[in-house]
C-alpha cells in the first residue's frame, strides 16, 4: 500500500510515452515534475556522512526522484584534508571546492546538501585519514560535534535516518564517528534533557522514527530495495542519476557510465520508534501521506481527519496535472488556501501536542513544495543580475530584475524585493503591478554597500538575492532567487605573495630573497595603494613602499620587493606580512579565487603573508633534478625556491629528450594518472635508470594507471584497500633499518628530530607486496597496528637505481617541515656522493 500512489504516477508517466517506448527528453517537463512529485508523500529521510560525496547517491536518487521523498545529505566537514584531481587548490579552499560540487550533485538528485562545519578551519575539519572515531571526536570535540547534530535533527525533523557507513575498522575513522553519533542520537534528539538550551531556543525535541544502517550483505539484511528502474521522466534509471550526480565531485575524480540493470539497496533496521508487523517496508508504521496521517488522528477529530484526506486527494490531484502546467498552477493555487486553512484548524485542535506538533510541521513542508509547485507551473521568468558582481565597501551598485510571463494566467500584484543584510541601503524599483500573458516588467534597484558590510564567504548566504512574490486565485506564491554570478563583497584590493613560503637554509643563507606581490585592483574604477612588506626585527626589505597605480576595477599588477635576512640567523619559523594602504585604510588579505565550469567562481580571503622557516639543508653541488609534474602537488616549485636546480619536464622531454642530462628525475604524486605521456614513455624512463639514472616515484594509488608487473622494473603492487595501507598518525614512532645508508647520510645528516612535527600522517597507499630485489629502508606504524616496512623502497636496475616512496613528503615540503626537505633531498641525491 505504502507505493500504490508511486504506481499509480508511475502509470500516469507512462501514459504519455509514445507507443515505440522511444523518449526524448524534450517530449517532458522535467522541471514541472521535480515539483510536483514531492507533493506524493510526507516522509522525510536524512542520510548522514563525513565528507561531500559520502553521500548514498543511487539510493537518495530513488528515493527523492523516484518517490518524491523530502531527503536530505548531512556532512560533517567540507573535505579539506582530500586531495584534488582537478587543480592544485588544497585545504581551505579545496574544502569550498569540494562544498560547492555537492551542492551541484545534489541538484541532479533532488537532495539538499548541509554541513555540521560552518565555517572554513571550522573544528569540525577534514585532517586527514583516520583509523578511530576516537582520534577523530577529540580533535573535532564530541561534544561540539554532537550539539551541532541534534540541533540539525531537531529542526530538520526527518522520520528515517540513515548513515551513509557502518561502525566497521575498514572505514575511515569520520565515518565510523558520524555513524556512532548519529546513532546516540535516535534516542537523544527525543530527549528533554540531551542540550536543553535548544529547546529555550524554541526548538522542539524529534523521536526519529526509524534508524538504518547500509546491510553488510544480503543475507542480514532486514529490508532490500529494488533502486534500479527505469524512469522515463529523466531518461535513466535511478542509478544513473546517482552517478550523473558523482561526476559533479571532479576534485574526486568520481563519476561512472553504467547502464539500465537491477540494483537493490540492502538496508539494516538498527532501531525503530514505531510499531510493524514485522515485513520492515521501509516506510511501515510511518505515514506516507496526509490520508495516512488522517488515520492517526482520534475519533474526537473526525472533521479534521475528513479535511487531511481531502487535502492528500487535491495533492494527488496536482500530480495527475502533469505535465499541463495550467491545470498545474490552478490546482496548485487552490491548495495553496487549502493548505492555510488546514494549518489553521490544526493549531486550535485538541489533539496530542505531539501529534499537533509533527502534523504542523508536515503542513509546512507541504506549503513550501506547494510554493514551488505554484512557481514553476506559473511560467515565471526571472532574470536577477548586477552591473558588477563585486563590490567594496562604501561602493553602490545597480541591481536590475526581469520578469516576463510567459505562461497563460494573469499574476496579479507581482512584485520584487532585494534580500540583504539588515544595514544595507536599497532604494526600491518599483510597485507591485499585474502581469498579464506574455507581459514583461524591469525593476531597478540602487543598493549601497555599508562601510563596514561583512567579507565574502564562500559557506554564507548571498549577500544580495531577488524575492518575487505574485497573487493569483486568491494565493501568494514567493520565490527567491540568486542573482546572477557570485555576488561577493571584497577587500579594496587583494595581495597574493610568490612565494607563499620561504625557507632559508641556514647552510647557505641568501643575500637576497626575491618576493613579488600581486596586487589586485577590486574597486569600482580608478584607484591609487601604497603597498609595503613587515618583516622579522633583524630582516630588511627593499624597496621599503610601492605606490601602484590603477586605472580601472579587476586589474592586476606585480611589485617585487628583495628581502634580505640577518647574519647568523637562528632555526625556527618566521612571518612576513603584507599590507596595502587605500583611501587611508589598510587592506592585508589575500583573495583566493576559485573558478571552475561545474561550480561558477568563488573566493577564499585569508591573511596576506608568507609563512617562513630557517634551518640547515645541504644540497649537492651541481645536481640536476628532472621533475615530471602531476598538477598535484607544488614540489618542484618549492624546491626551486630553496636553490636546487629543478627542471619540469615536459611531454616532448619526455618523449624524445636527452633524459641522461638529469642526475635524478622524479614523479610528482599520482602522475602515471594526469599524465598519459608518462604511462606512454615509461620504458624511456626504466631505459634512463638502466642506463645509471636515478629515478624517484612519489606515491600512487592502485587505480593511477599503475601496472603492479609492468610500471615499475620490478613487481610492486600498490596497498588495496588503501584503508589498511597509511601511516595516518603524523608522529608514528620511525625506525631507520638502514641507517649506514647514504639515503640517510648524504648530503643530510637525518635524526630523529628530522620526523619531528610532520604534518597530518606519515604515508599511504602502502606498497603490499614487492620484488624481493627491492630494499627496505623505514619502518612506522599506527598505533596497536603491525608495522608497514615499504615506506622507501630502493632496488638497482642495470646500472641506476629505481626509488619508490610513498611517504606524503609533498605535504611536509608544501608545509614547511625541515625533515620532510632534509629527507627527500637525500633520496633526491642517491648515488651523488
Do not use: C
Not at 82 to 104: D, K
Not at 737 to 746: A, G
Amino acid at each position: 500500500m505504502r507505493f500504490l500512489s508511486y504506481l499509480l504516477s508511475l502509470l500516469l508517466v507512462l501514459s504519455f510515452l509514445p507507443l515505440s517506448g522511444v523518449v526524448h527528453s524534450e517530449e517532458h517537463d522535467v522541471e514541472l515534475w521535480n515539483a510536483v512529485k514531492p507533493l506524493n508523500t510526507t516522509v522525510t529521510f536524512l542520510n548522514t556522512g563525513a565528507h561531500p560525496d559520502d553521500e548514498r547517491s543511487d539510493f537518495l536518487a530513488y528515493l527523492s526522484r523516484g518517490l518524491g521523498v523530502k531527503t536530505s545529505s548531512l556532512i560533517a566537514n567540507r573535505g579539506e584534508g582530500g586531495q584534488n584531481e582537478i587543480g592544485q587548490e588544497l585545504g581551505n579552499a579545496l574544502g569550498i571546492i569540494r562544498s560547492r560540487e555537492m551542492i551541484e550533485a545534489a541538484k541532479i538528485t533532488g537532495v539538499k546538501a548541509y554541513h555540521l562545519s560552518e565555517t572554513t578551519s571550522d573544528p569540525i575539519y577534514d585532517f586527514g585519514f583516520s583509523k578511530t572515531p576516537e582520534e577523530t571526536l577529540e580533535k573535532w570535540g564530541e561534544e561540539l560535534t554532537y550539539e551541532r547534530l541534534i540541533r540539525f535533527i531537531r529542526t530538520y525533523q526527518p522520520d528515517i535516518l540513515m548513515p551513509s557507513f557502518r561502525d566497521s575498522d575498514s572505514q575511515h575513522g569520520h565515518h565510523r564517528s558520524i555513524t556512532i553519533l548519529s546513532q546516540r542520537a535516535f534516542e537523544d534528539a527525543a530527549n528533554p534533557d540531551i542540550f536543553p538550551e535548544q529547546l529555550k531556543e524554541g526548538l522542539s525535541v524529534w523521536q526519529v522514527k526509524k534508524f538504518y544502517l547500509p546491510a553488510e550483505s544480503k543475507e542480514t539484511a532486514t529490508t532490500s530495495i529494488e533502486i534500479g528502474d527505469y524512469d522515463p521522466i529523466y531518461e535513466m534509471s535511478y542509478p544513473q542519476i546517482g552517478e550523473e550526480s558523482r561526476y559533479m565531485h571532479k576534485s574526486q575524480g568520481m563519476g561512472n557510465e553504467i547502464g539500465v540493470a537491477p540494483r537493490q539497496t540492502h538496508l539494516e533496521l538498527e532501531k525503530s520508534s514505531v510499531e510493524t508487523t514485522g515485513t520492515d517496508e521501509l516506510f511501515e508504521g510511518i505515514p506516507y501521506d496526509f490520508k495516512e496521517w488522517a488515520e492517526e488522528m482520534p475519533k474526537g477529530e473526525k472533521s479534521l481527519k475528513v479535511h487531511y484526506a481531502k487535502f492528500q486527494k487535491s495533492l494527488e490531484g496536482i500530480i495527475s496535472s502533469y505535465p499541463d502546467r495550467d491545470e498545474t498552477f490552478g490546482k496548485a493555487q487552490k491548495a495553496l488556501k487549502e493548505v492555510e486553512k488546514i494549518e489553521k484548524k490544526t493549531e486550535k485542535s485538541k489533539l496530542d501536542e505531539q501529534l499537533k506538533k509533527d502534523l504542523l510541521h508536515k503542513i509546512s513542508l507541504k506549503k513550501e513544495q506547494l510554493n514551488t509547485v505554484s512557481f514553476v507551473a506559473s511560467e515565471l521568468s526571472i532574470d536577477a543580475s548586477a552591473e558588477t558582481t563585486v563590490l567594496t565597501r562604501g561602493q553602490e551598485v545597480q541591481v536590475k530584475v526581469q520578469l516576463a510571463n510567459q505562461g497563460e494566467e494573469k499574476l496579479k500584484k507581482a512584485e520584487v524585493e532585494l534580500v540583504t543584510p539588515e544595514d544595507w541601503v536599497v532604494e526600491s524599483g518599483g510597485k507591485a503591478v499585474d502581469l498579464k500573458p506574455g507581459e514583461e516588467r524591469e525593476v531597478v534597484f540602487n543598493v549601497e554597500v555599508p562601510g563596514d558590510a561583512e567579507y565574502y564567504h564562500a559557506y554564507e548566504e548571498p549577500a544580495i538575492q531577488a524575492k518575487v512574490s505574485f497573487e493569483a486565485a486568491g494565493s501568494k506564491t514567493t520565490h527567491v532567487q540568486n542573482l546572477n554570478g557570485t555576488i561577493a563583497v571584497l577587500p579594496d584590493v587583494s595581495i597574493t605573495l610568490n612565494p607563499e613560503d620561504i625557507v632559508v637554509n641556514r647552510a647557505d643563507v641568501q643575500d637576497e630573497i626575491p618576493v613579488v606581490a600581486k596586487v589586485k585592483n577590486y574597486r569600482d574604477g580608478a584607484t591609487s595603494s601604497q603597498v609595503s612588506l613587515t618583516v622579522p626585527e633583524g630582516w630588511k626589505v627593499s624597496p621599503k613602499e610601492v605606490t601602484v597605480q590603477f586605472d580601472e576595477s579587476q586589474e592586476e599588477k606585480d611589485v617585487s620587493f628583495t628581502l634580505s635576512p640577518p647574519e647568523g640567523i637562528g632555526e625556527g619559523n618566521f612571518e612576513v606580512d603584507a599590507q596595502a594602504v587605500v583611501g587611508g585604510q589598510t587592506f592585508s588579505s589575500t583573495v583566493q579565487e576559485i573558478s571552475y565550469d561545474h561550480i561558477g567562481t568563488f573566493y577564499y580571503l585569508y591573511d596576506s603573508k608568507v609563512n617562513g622557516v630557517a634551518f640547515e639543508l645541504l644540497t649537492p653541488e651541481n645536481l640536476k633534478v628532472g621533475y615530471i609534474e602531476s598538477g598535484f602537488d607544488k614540489v618542484a616549485d618549492y624546491l626551486r625556491n630553496v636553490g636546487m636546480d629543478i627542471t619540469s619536464l615536459t611531454e616532448d622531454d619526455l618523449a624524445s629528450g636527452d633524459l641522461s642530462q638529469y642526475d635524478t628525475i622524479v614523479t610528482g604524486i599520482r602522475a602515471y594518472l594526469s599524465r598519459e605521456d608518462l604511462a606512454a614513455n615509461n620504458p624511456r624512463l626504466k631505459e634512463y635508470v638502466e642506463n645509471g639514472g636515478h629515478l624517484v616515484v612519489q606515491y600512487h594509488k592502485p587505480n593511477d594507471g599503475w601496472d603492479e608487473n609492468t610500471t615499475a622494473p620490478y613487481p610492486l603492487t600498490i596497498g588495496n584497500p588503501s584503508i589498511r595501507w597509511r601511516v595516518t598518525d603524523e608522529n608514528a614512532a620511525v625506525t631507520v633499518l638502514q641507517p649506514e645508508s647514504p639515503l640517510f647520510n648524504y648530503p643530510n645528516t637525518i635524526t630523529g628530530s628530522d620526523w619531528d612535527n610532520w604534518v597530518q600522517e606519515r604515508g599511504l597507499y602502502y606498497p603490499m607486496a614487492w620484488d624481493d630485489r627491492y630494499e627496505t629502508f623505514v619502518r612506522m606504524a599506527d598505533p596497536n597496528e603491525e608495522p608497514f616496512d615499504g615506506g622507501i623502497l630502493m632496488t638497482e636496475y642495470g646500472e641506476g637505481t629505481y626509488l619508490y616512496t610513498n611517504l606524503v613528503f609533498y605535504r611536509q615540503i608544501q608545509g614547511g617541515v625541515p625533515g620532510g626537505y632534509r629527507i627527500f633531498t637525500n633520496l633526491l641525491s642517491y648515488g651523488q656522493n
